[in-house]
């Protein structure tokens, strides 16, 4: 049986004088997905899991996030992996207040720390008294890794309004660029060639294109929860093309 590895995806939008923005990486060929364009994320650690980590969430508790995730336990732990990803990938920490101490610097100090193994990303919110803000945070799709892929995953995706703040700086080894792009923008460089995507990535930035603003995404987006439903593509070979099929298309059940 395949390992199907649970992960958690962000999609952080900022509003700009050209309609909302979103915040596109490039996977590194040393990645997972490498040399595609994907939003930040990735596979949950076992510290995303801590019960100690969960008391640091202040708007929202685990049995409530289950419920929201239609999981029995341990919805939170997707919520909290997005954050540490967000951080140790881009460099952005989404939390409710930060100390004086710190700084971009500090933070970028800590972040390097945690990305070589040499400091917890829990044990560095510990230390700091740091609390997440998910009320800024919305769940918008589950997506599942075809059958015929050697790697699978279980991934969430979320939502989330940005600014400014804090500038975005993606690590250099699994990313090797990051940038703000209208969701258009992206697909139509994906059309042309130029921006390479997969179909979850494709689909998440379809459903921002009727949005004017991110706040208007936001609760959206938000009113469409109850209704996201897991999708598994399904691919098999015909005339020696390979044809893709999500669970509304028709033949997807006989695939």
Known sequence: MQLIRPAATIVLARDSLKGPEVLMVKRSTNSAFGDLHVFPGGTLD?????????????????????????????????????????????????????????????????????????????????????????????????????????????????????????????????????????PSDALKANSEGTFNMIMPTIKNLSLLLPYKTVADAFAGLKDEVDNIQSILPKFFKRDGNWIGLLPDDEGYEDA
């Open 46 to 182: 076992p510290e995303d899991y801590l019960s100690e980590i969960y008391q640091m969430s202040d708007d929202l508790d685990d049995q409530s996030a289950s419920s929201m995730l239609k999981v029995e336990k341990d919805g939170l732990a997707y919520m909290i992996a997005v954050v540490r990803e967000c951080f140790e990938e881009v460099g952005i920490l989404m939390s409710k207040s930060l100390p004086a101490s710190l700084d971009p610097k500090a933070l970028k100090n800590i972040r390097d720390q945690i990305n070589n193994k040499k400091l917890t990303f829990y044990d560095f919110c510990l230390s700091n008294d740091i609390h997440f803000d998910f009320t800024n945070i919305v769940p918008i799709s589950h997506w599942i890794t075809p059958e015929v892929e050697k790697k699978r995953f279980d991934t969430r995706f979320f939502f989330t309004k940005t600014d400014e703040s804090q500038q975005n700086d993606h690590d250099g080894w699994e990313l090797t660029e990051s940038v703000w792009i209208k």
